[in-house]
């Protein structure tokens, strides 16, 4: 449904240029959520404005459906009202001297050959998927910030584009109402269906809507896979540490066992899953803090994967606590139900399930050569 080739822009102050996307090929299918997320500067958002023809490429192809909107062999490159796109932007765009009916109706008052009739049962339509109906005639000053961005998702929809974009859509709510919406996003999705591409810096923004996150660095995609796959089992360190916390320790050798490897690390040997087709090169041993259960030496001393250490803080953070555990070669970070209660001083055993732990590769390494 959209498809990228070669994608490669670069920005210039005279004095240097910067590479904002690399070469990148990306696909999404027909009905697709796919969210690009990555750290500041890693192109996520300068692709979204390519694909909307908010900024030029240097080179490369963008095709939607059957139709190239940019192309830098063949000279194309339709502006973006000609694209068959719909945008909701980060500051959402609301027009303040406009109702909410004629915020959302706006762009289908600017193709003619729609009829008043047909404008307002679609708009009518559209208010009542995103739950704001009753808000028709109510001036957009008087919107709260959850209501402007149910307006913006309003005319972004009315006007049923092969393609949706979704520019950090919730990064102007607060905590709370960041949480309800994402709420009502993934249940307007399901009820829409409409392709997405979507960016956001908000890791569980992500993994709650996307169908597929394409994760970004310098440009380039690192990593890509539906939300549990990066999540659980992901191939390269940087997904394992920028997708929520993970311990990371070098395997300073490693051989198979059967679908699994046997790694040897400063902390011990362990067992691991691995996900990516090579053990050869700069390896890691991930875990997350999550994974790891914390027990006497009766409970965990004599399983697979057991470590011994002490504990040494405790922060209580409502459902969940946060220990920190001195392990001898280094002191990890211990994520358990707030129920559980260890004290400062306590001697333990952390077990770490060997189907949860993961072999990565160490993409600071291959990173560090990419540079040089």
């Known amino acids: 449904m959209l498809k990228i080739q070669a994608l490669t822009k670069t920005f210039s102050d005279g004095a240097a240029t910067a590479v ?25 958002t300068t692709t979204l404005r390519c694909v909307a023809g908010l900024e030029t490429a240097d080179s490369g192809e963008i095709t939607i459906g059957d139709r190239a909107v940019y192309s830098g062999d063949r000279r194309i490159s339709e502006p973006p009202n000609r694209r068959p796109i719909s945008m909701v932007f980060q500051s959402y765009a609301i027009w303040p001297h406009l109702s909410v009916f004629k915020n959302v109706a706006f762009p289908l008052e600017t193709v003619r050959a729609n009829r008043r009739e047909e404008i307002t049962s679609r708009v009518n339509d559209v208010l009542r998927v995103v739950g704001i109906e009753q808000m028709a005639q109510r001036d957009a000053t008087r919107l709260s910030g959850g209501q402007q961005q149910r307006v913006a998702l309003a005319r972004a929809i009315v006007k049923h584009s092969d393609l ?3 520019d950090e859509p919730l990064s102007n709510l607060d905590a709370k109402l960041r949480l309800e919406m994402r709420s009502e996003l993934r249940s307007l999705r399901e009820r829409i269906g409409m392709t997405t591409l979507h960016v956001t810096h908000d890791q569980e923004e992500a993994l709650s809507l996307a169908d597929r996150i394409v ?10 896979g539906t939300p549990a796959d990066l999540y659980h089992r992901p191939q390269q360190s940087f997904t394992a540490s920028f997708l929520g916390s993970a311990e ?5 050798s490693v051989s198979r066992d059967g679908s699994g490897v046997i790694v040897k690390t400063a902390a011990g040997t362990f067992r691991a899953e691995i996900h990516h087709d090579h053990i050869g090169g700069s390896q890691q041993f991930m875990v997350r803090p999550e994974h790891m259960a914390m027990g006497s030496e009766a409970e965990f001393g004599s399983r697979q994967n057991a470590l011994r250490g002490k504990v040494t803080s405790r922060m209580f953070t409502g459902k969940r606590a946060e220990y920190t555990v001195d392990i001898g070669s280094s002191v990890v970070r211990i994520d358990r139900p707030s129920t559980e209660s260890w004290d400062i001083g306590d001697d333990v055993v952390l077990w770490l399930p ?19």
């Open 354 to 372: 060997p189907e949860l732990c993961v072999l990565v590769e160490n993409s600071e390494a291959s990173h560090r050569h990419q540079v040089a």
């Open 20 to 44: 904002a996307v690399d070469n990148l090929d990306l696909t999404v299918e027909k009905g697709e959520w796919v969210t690009l997320l990555g750290p500041s500067g890693c192109g996520k």
């Open 164 to 166: 949706l974009l979704l």
């Open 215 to 224: 994760l970004l660095r310098a440009g380039r995609i690192v990593e890509e």
């Open 248 to 252: 990371l320790w070098d395997a300073q």
